[in-house]
T-cell receptor, first 116, second 114 residues
Framework: AQKITQTQPGMFVQEKEAVTLDCTYD???????LFWYKQPSSGEMIFLIY??????QNATEGRYSLNFQKARKSANLVISASQLGDSAMYFC?????????????FGKGTKLSVKP | IAGITQAPTSQILAAGRRMTLRCTQD?????MYWYRQDLGLGLRLIHY???????GKGEVPDGYSVSRANTDDFPLTLASAVPSQTSVYFC?????????????FGPGTRLTVL
């Protein structure tokens, strides 16, 4: 079975500090993609960053980076220099060919609060 | 560029009524999806379509139906709404069903069934 686990229901971080949001995944597929989405209080789902299972380097997009440890099946999101606008729900997700036929499977999310 | 539009933005519906949530994308993406988001449960896939003319069932398909007559539109129908279908519904699209393509989401429809 394919599964995404986010063990931190809520986190606080001080403005301008870095924060790591944890994500572990389970799949027997060799080919898969890992994604992070941000959902602010306004409700929209915003794509942040992607990592392919065959990518050897960790993905980076501006202040976002994905710490990909394939052997541990983890795909943690690192946000550097947190800003007040980073306060939101963050979802880790996976796509694999296997049972989900390429559909996204989501974790339950982590609520990040940035303190001024 | 509009991306993905959903209508209505929100709706209050009496139980037993039929309702169609509309979704249109202008990115010419092949794959489209419907998710529901419930507090504490995250997003769960209802139905998907990998290409026009084909559809498939996701994790929670019961009580919902979809059609994909063309590339751009992917309506979701609740034949006879029940209170447990109260949720926020997101439509999404992707260039293909490949694991290496991200999905883009619409703004969502907040549905309340009384």
């Amino acid at each position: 079975a394919q599964k995404i686990t986010q063990t931190q229901p809520g986190m606080f971080v001080q403005e301008k500090e870095a924060v790591t949001l944890d994500c572990t995944y389970d799949t027997s597929d060799q080919s898969y993609g890992l994604f992070w989405y941000k959902q602010p209080s306004s409700g929209e789902m915003i794509f942040l960053i992607y990592q392919g299972s065959y990518d050897e380097q960790n993905a980076t997009e501006g202040r976002y980076s994905l710490n990909f440890q394939k052997a541990r099946k983890s795909a943690n999101l690192v946000i550097s220099a947190s800003q007040l606008g980073d306060s939101a729900m963050y979802f880790c997700a996976m796509r694999a060919w296997g049972g989900s036929q390429g559909n996204l499977i989501f974790g339950k999310g982590t609520k990040l609060s940035v303190k001024p | 560029i509009a991306g993905i539009t959903q209508a209505p933005t929100s709706q209050i519906l009496a139980a037993g009524r039929r309702m169609t949530l509309r979704c249109t994308q202008d990115m010419r993406h092949n794959a489209m999806y419907w998710y529901r988001q419930d507090l504490g449960l995250g997003l769960r896939l209802i139905h998907y379509s990998n290409t026009a003319g084909t559809t498939g069932k996701g994790e929670v398909p019961d009580g919902y139906s979809v059609s994909r007559a063309n590339t751009d539109d992917f309506p979701l129908t609740l034949a006879s709404a029940v209170p447990s279908q109260t949720s926020v519904y997101f439509c999404a699209s992707s260039p293909a069903s490949s694991p290496y393509n991200e999905q883009f989401f619409g703004p969502g429809t907040r549905l309340t069934v009384l």
